[in-house]
């Protein structure tokens, strides 16, 4: 990328000029006056990166024709390679091989992150490039215990990223979370039976053990 300003990945001049027509156009000014958007990974986006189980990688033909492919896996599958490099295996699939063969003649490339259970969604702007017959970096990016056999990886340079606001964002939460949620409130309300009995026998006992009145009637 060889622009000026990180942002301008984005803000175009046509982008630009509609910004000054419905009015947003001095307040990003502002932000492009400060460098535009971050182009280095901060620590807080590497932990989010981290945590994700899904990604959507956006590339686009010589035409502009644009794809959205669903990228899954569990966390860390998407790995940080460094504040300016990412990284993931390419599993096997339908063999369609839209994004890879957009990527033969266009690099320009991104990634959008959506964390639905915190309402937060980060996008990256960049360029990727496909890696054959590294044994040993597929080997690095494959998590432990994964059986999906990957096939190559994809290595992604970072331009630029940026943090939406959570609006409309609706909540959501994964499977495995949310029964393990469940698994933690069944093991708590068990608890909570058990030490009802038991306070329940020991006030029997307690009944129990109490001698007879001697009050005359």
Same mark, same amino acid.
């Given at each position: 990328? $060889?622009?000026?300003?990180?942002?301008?990945?984005?803000?175009?001049?046509?982008?630009?000029?509609?910004?000054?027509?419905?009015?947003?156009?001095?307040?990003?000014?502002?932000?492009?006056?400060?460098?535009?958007?971050?182009?280095?990974?901060?620590?807080?986006?590497?932990?989010?990166?981290?945590?994700?189980?899904?990604?959507?990688?956006?590339?686009?033909?010589?035409?502009?024709?644009?794809?959205?492919?669903?990228?899954?896996?569990?966390?860390?599958? %998407?790995?940080? %390679?460094?504040?300016?490099?990412?990284?993931? *295996?390419?599993?096997?699939?339908?063999?369609?091989?839209?994004?890879?063969? $957009? %990527?033969? /003649?266009?690099?320009?490339?991104? %990634?959008?992150?959506?964390?639905?259970?915190?309402?937060?969604?980060?996008?990256?702007?960049?360029?990727?490039?496909?890696?054959?017959?590294?044994?040993?970096?597929?080997?690095?990016?494959?998590?432990?215990?994964?059986?999906?056999?990957?096939?190559? *990886?994809?290595?992604?340079?970072?331009?630029?990223?940026?943090?939406?606001?959570?609006?409309?964002?609706?909540?959501?939460? /994964?499977?495995?979370?949310? /029964?393990?949620?469940?698994?933690?409130?069944?093991?708590?309300?068990?608890?909570?039976?058990?030490?009802?009995?038991?306070?329940?026998? *020991?006030?029997?006992?307690?009944?129990?053990?109490?001698?007879?009145?001697?009050?005359?009637?």
């Amino acid at each position: 990328m $060889n622009s000026s300003i990180s942002s301008d990945v984005a803000f175009s001049p046509a982008v630009k000029q509609v910004q000054r027509r419905l009015g947003s156009r001095e307040a990003y000014a502002r932000m492009e006056s400060r460098g535009g958007w971050e182009t280095a990974l901060t620590a807080d986006v590497i932990e989010f990166i981290a945590a994700q189980r899904s990604f959507y990688l956006a590339t686009a033909n010589l035409k502009g024709q644009p794809y959205m492919q669903h990228r899954g896996g569990p966390p860390g599958f %998407l790995r940080v %390679l460094d504040a300016r490099t990412l990284a993931f *295996a390419d599993y096997a699939g339908n063999r369609q091989y839209v994004s890879l063969g $957009n %990527l033969s /003649e266009n690099p320009l490339a991104q %990634l959008f992150l959506m964390d639905y259970a915190e309402r937060r969604r980060v996008k990256i702007w960049g360029e990727a490039r496909v890696v054959e017959d590294d044994a040993a970096l597929l080997a690095r990016l494959k998590p432990a215990g994964y059986k999906p056999r990957a096939e190559r *990886a994809i290595i992604f340079q970072v331009s630029a990223w940026d943090v939406n606001c959570p609006q409309h964002i609706p909540r959501r939460y /994964e499977a495995a979370d949310v /029964e393990a949620a469940l698994e933690e409130r069944d093991r708590r309300i068990a608890a909570l039976e058990n030490e009802l009995r038991a306070a329940r026998a *020991a006030l029997t006992t307690a009944a129990s053990d109490d001698p007879p009145s001697n009050t005359a009637s």
